[in-house]
Structures are given as C-alpha cells and as structure tokens.
C-alpha cells in the first residue's frame, strides 16, 4: 500500500486546522482504504486517535526518515505559504518539501491556500515550489498570487478547502452536547420542521472570534449587543482555538450578558461541525466557523480579518465585513440583512458547496496516484474525469 506523509499545522489545538486534518485522512481512504498515513505533528496522541503514525515536527532525524519512508509528501491543506505571522511559516513548510525533494520524493502542495507573501525572503523562498509536482489551491486567487511571483512550472489545480467535505459527527452526540452545555431549549431554528420559530425566540447565532491586531472590540461587541436586542438573538460564544481565543470570547460573553453564552468545553471537529448545524447563523471571524457552517448551509457572515475569509465569502455567494473601519452600525446591518435573507442563502449553499465537495475527491484521487508512482500528467487526469472541474 501507498505511505503518504501529511505536513501542515497540525496538534496545536487549532479546530480548523484540526478538521483539515480529518477531513484529508477521510477523503484518502475513501479512494484507498488501506493507505499508510503519517503525519508531523505537535500531538502524537491525537494522531494515532487517527490512526495516523506521528512523527515530531521539528525533529530534523524522524522527519527525515519519514520522508524517506514515505512514497508521497501531501503538504497542506490550510494558509501555511505565508509571512503574515512571519517568514518562519515559510521557511519552515517549504523546507519539507524542499527535504523531500533532496530525498527523491514527490510533492503535491494539496488544497492550500496561498499568501500574503510580502517579504524579499518569503518571495524568493515561495519560488522552490517550482520543483514541486503538483500544485492545489482552494482558491483561484492563492494559484494566481502564486503564479505572478514566479512558480508556473509545476501544474496547478483549484479545489477547495478540504473542511468542506468533513461530516459531523453522530446526531447522538450532537444532542449529548446540547444537553451538556444546556442548549437543549435552546435550538428552536426559524424553519424547524413543525414550522417556524416563535416569535419571541430570535435566531440561535454561533460567533468564531479571535485576537487580532487592530479588532474594534467595542465596534464588535456594540453591533452584537444592537442584533440581540432588536433581534432578540441569542449568542454562543465559539473558541475555535481555545488557547487563543477563549479570553477574547470570555470578555465578549461578559459585555453581552444576558444575550451571549460561552461555548464551556472544547470539542473536536466533528463535534463543533455537528453543534454548527444547529444553529441559524454564524459570524465567523475564524475562517474554519464560515466553512463549517457553509457545508452544513447554515447563512453565515465572514468577518475579514485576512484575505482568505474573504475569499471564501465570495466564492460561497457570502457576506463579508473588512476588519479594517469595522463599525458597530455596519456589523448590525450586515446581521440584520443577513437574518433577513437566510432562505435564499441557504438556496445558494445548495448550489455552490457540492461541486466544491467533488472537486476535494479528485485531489485525493491525484495524491493516490502520485503516492502509486505516476506522474504529474496521470496525478491530472483524475481532475479530467471529473465533471465537477468544469461546471
């Protein structure tokens, strides 16, 4: 059987990445059920819950030897070619693959999302992607920046991200943690089978903060406040990234009492995704939340604090709000036309996100048959046959 070794974020407790992570390992075997899977990761424990083998990220010995063993380095998905955090991002995800190349073995960036590259030492780093075998984005503007800086060479393929394809986890479970985190009363969706909601229950709204250079906390916590007052919302407070974000989402739910609870247990990706179907919108400041709710079609708005939420927004037919010159008046109206048009949105999801999904499939075909030792060109023919490619 094909071993495949998957380098990207992983075991730092980031629920986004986390679910990339699954969402990868579920569509491999869903082509090839007895692949061999490693992973570098920061959480040996919660790989092997995986079934995966880890591997220590930064120990230069056991990486190189998985890379060695291995028949195919898979590299994504998430942001990882990118300076926003630093050049270390880059340096660091390209430097495997650089490995793996020095090794002999092949490459496939899969899924990823590409950038802000901004610094002389990330650009000219960005370009070792040329000796890389295949490129996949989930995005048409990640493969655009990445072409503009230099790297054309290897061929290249729009996908999505692959978070989109996860399922959530057991409706069983799904109601333990409603009962658990006592939201039993409250779920009741606007457009619940038996009908619609009362009139005096507003819209259940899941909010994905985190900390961030120049976030408007009180333009953020007074256009909530005005949406849950006018709209008798109700706000569950979702540390993606508990580590990071639970002070943040702490500080919201004090400010917004009574209309805001905290989200009090950490849960995995499933479970979180599984908890998103219940509820009617989503903020997502965490890119994750928005991609999380458009696989479930729940309406959500996309709270831009870097380009990738953004792009997501508009390639799911979304709303966004840019960070920058957020205002309490602008996050309420966005809320309040988004509550407003959660029908026509939910239509749009329908339409948009399946193609999306059958073009993760085709990616996961590719990597398999690089992992098999085909070629670049045989790795492409699984995107040719599949029709969702060129809707």
Known sequence: MPRILISGYYGFGNAGDEAILQAIVEDLRRVEAEVRISVLTADPEGARKLGLEPVPRNAPGPVLRALRACNLLLSGGGGLIQDSTGVNSVIYYLGVCLLARL?????????????????????????LANGLQLLTWRDQESADEIRALGVARPPSRVTADPVLGLEPCQPARVNEILTREGLTADVARLERPAGPGSAEVGPLVGVAVRHWPGLDREALAEGLRRFAEEDKARLLLLPFQPSRDRPLSEELCSRLSPHARLLRADYEPKELMGLLSCLDLVLGMRLHAAIMAAARGIPFLGLAYDPKVERFCQRCGAM?????GLSAEGLHKALFHL????????????????????????AAQAALALARGHDSRAALACFEANPALHA
């Open 103 to 127: 090794v002999r073995r092949p490459v496939m960036l899969y899924c990823q999302g590409f950038g802000p590259v901004k610094t002389g030492l990330g650009r000219q780093l960005t370009r």
């Open 320 to 324: 966004s709000l840019s960070l920058e």
């Open 339 to 362: 509550l407003r048009a959660r029908a026509p949105m939910r239509q749009e999801l329908q339409r948009r996100i399946p193609p999306m999904v059958a073009c993760l499939r085709g």
